[in-house]
């Protein structure tokens, strides 16, 4: 039997005009149809006509869960440690914008009054608030030496290309198109010399001849500018890591001896193994680290005897995860090659503390072998460079990407859980479709407003694991 004929007629039209009397069935219409019984309004960048957009937030579903298809999880501060490496970065960039660059001049950011905003949104939005906050205070010829050191070294040293494109489409909107066609300046780029100790003395000449014609003409000049010095200092870190110089790094950046500056989050080593299936009955020898950690944090109300409850589960969990593994997705508003290198030296780094597991060396083995390629680890590596600038988180587009690259169909939607840190990832998760966003508020991120969170777990990884049992039934 042949289909009936193809009528246009039937198909659903992908735009509408609506009046504004329309518009308001129209947007109940849509709460009813999703289910939704709130909105999130999402303010958009300057650029966009629409000042901002409204989702309607995906309804949580019961729990405990009967089942778990798929775990979508941010990287800064929800499974990384990098968090500390932007916030560092962030504070450079305002020191060069200002030309106050010792504690004694200015202390650095405030977090009460700056953390909250430069903690889960873009690079770009993070920059925009920082030059909003400080805008009396910038000193325009040390943004100008700033920006033209940032050109050089990143066309010097950095082969991303969205990366070398994004810089020199910023220097020609700042007037500096002529330094770029010099020969001068492109013997230098060529020359193999520029690195951060280097560039403020290569850069100097090209500063004076070419500085005069630097000019940011309105914000969304003055924010590129600024943010492609903190990305000139985030990507040199990033390269001195990869150089395996992270542990030095950590010490005479963050004060912090003894740690890499990029490393997973406590527990993500196991949350990964267990939910992809790798673990059977030798979970249980993980226990006891897991208990450690969440009892090293009494402002949690952890008690002993509470968690050794909750001990027999962790088989369970194994059991049920090697019959069903779960899609795991890496969801991060970071570009490409932050993405990228971070989650590379994250599961090296989980490799060697696998090797310190007290389970039997062929489970370490295993686990250590499925590590070996970070790219294998993940059914979905969304980033920033897959989207454009006014499309990232709070909006739902990275999130939705997720969802499509690991093939999960809208029916299972009720069956993922989203892992953030931050409001605005909570909110983009529930837009996304994944009405099970759960919070796991760090150090620097427990001031956010988690009003959109079904459950807020301030012990990280571990309390999820092992008091919330992966919100599995």
């Known amino acids: ?16 005009y ?5 518009s308001g069935p129209a947007l109940a219409a849509l709460g009813a149809e999703t289910g939704a019984t709130e909105f999130a309004r999402v303010r958009n960048i300057d650029y966009v006509f629409a000042p901002y957009e409204l989702y309607p937030l995906a309804p949580p579903p019961a729990l405990p869960l009967e089942r778990i298809v798929a775990f979508a999880v941010d990287m800064d501060g929800t499974s990384t440690t990098t968090e500390p490496l932007a916030l560092h970065s962030l504070e450079y960039m305002v020191r060069r914008f200002t030309g106050r660059l010792t504690a004694a001049e200015w202390p650095g950011l405030d977090r009460q009054l700056d953390y909250p905003y430069v903690i889960g949104n873009s690079n770009f939005r993070h920059t925009e608030f920082l030059v909003g906050r400080y805008r009396d205070q910038i000193d325009r010829g040390a943004l100008r030496k700033a920006f033209i050191e940032a050109v050089c070294w990143t066309l010097a040293s950095m082969t991303d290309p969205q990366r070398r494109r994004d810089i020199v489409q910023n220097a020609v909107k700042c007037g500096l198109a002529g330094l770029l066609s010099d020969d001068g300046f492109q013997r230098v780029l060529a ?14 000449p090209f500063v004076r001849r070419f500085g005069p014609a630097f000019e940011c003409r309105h914000e969304g000049e003055l924010v590129g500018a600024a943010l492609d010095v903190y990305y000139m200092r985030y990507h040199s870190i990033m390269r001195l890591i990869e150089e395996g110089k992270g542990e030095q790094l950590s010490q005479e950046l963050l004060g912090q001896p003894g740690r890499h500056l990029i490393e997973p989050m406590p527990g993500y080593d196991v949350f990964v193994a267990l939910i992809k299936g ?5 979970v249980d020898a993980l226990y006891e680290p897991l208990r450690e950690h969440l009892l090293g944090r009494p402002e949690l109300g952890h008690t002993r005897a509470e968690l050794d409850g909750y ?4 088989v369970r969990l194994a059991e049920y995860f090697g019959r069903q593994p779960a899609r795991l997705a890496l969801v991060t508003a970071s570009i490409a090659y932050e993405a990228h290198a971070s989650m590379k030296e994250v599961t090296r780094v989980m490799r060697e503390q696998v090797r310190t597991w007290p389970v039997p060396a062929a489970c370490r083995d295993r686990v250590a072998e499925r590590l070996a390629d970070y790219l294998a680890v993940f059914d979905a590596f969304v980033n920033a460079s897959d989207a454009c600038e006014h499309r990232l988180k709070p909006h739902r587009d990275l999130y939705s990407l997720a969802l499509h690259q690991m093939s999960i169909p809208k029916s299972d939607y009720a069956c993922c859980v989203g892992l953030e840190d931050t409001e605005p990832g909570i909110i983009a998760l529930r837009a ?13 991120t427990s001031r956010q407003n988690y009003q959109a969170a079904i459950q807020v777990v301030r012990g990280g990884l571990p309390e999820l694991i092992l008091a919330r049992n992966l919100l599995l039934k």
Not at 18 to 22: F, G, H, I, M, T
Not at 311 to 314: E, G, S, T
């Open 432 to 444: 996304s479709g994944i009405g099970c966003a759960v919070a796991l508020p760090n150090h620097d």
């Open 311 to 314: 001990r027999p589960r962790l």
């Open 191 to 204: 020359g193999g010399t520029v690195t951060t100790d280097t560039v403020g003395r290569l850069a100097e």
């Open 1 to 16: 039997m042949s289909p009936p004929p193809y009528n246009i007629d039937d198909m659903e039209r992908l735009a509408e």
């Open 278 to 282: 790798w673990l059977g009955p030798e």
């Open 18 to 22: 609506l009046s504004v009397n329309e």
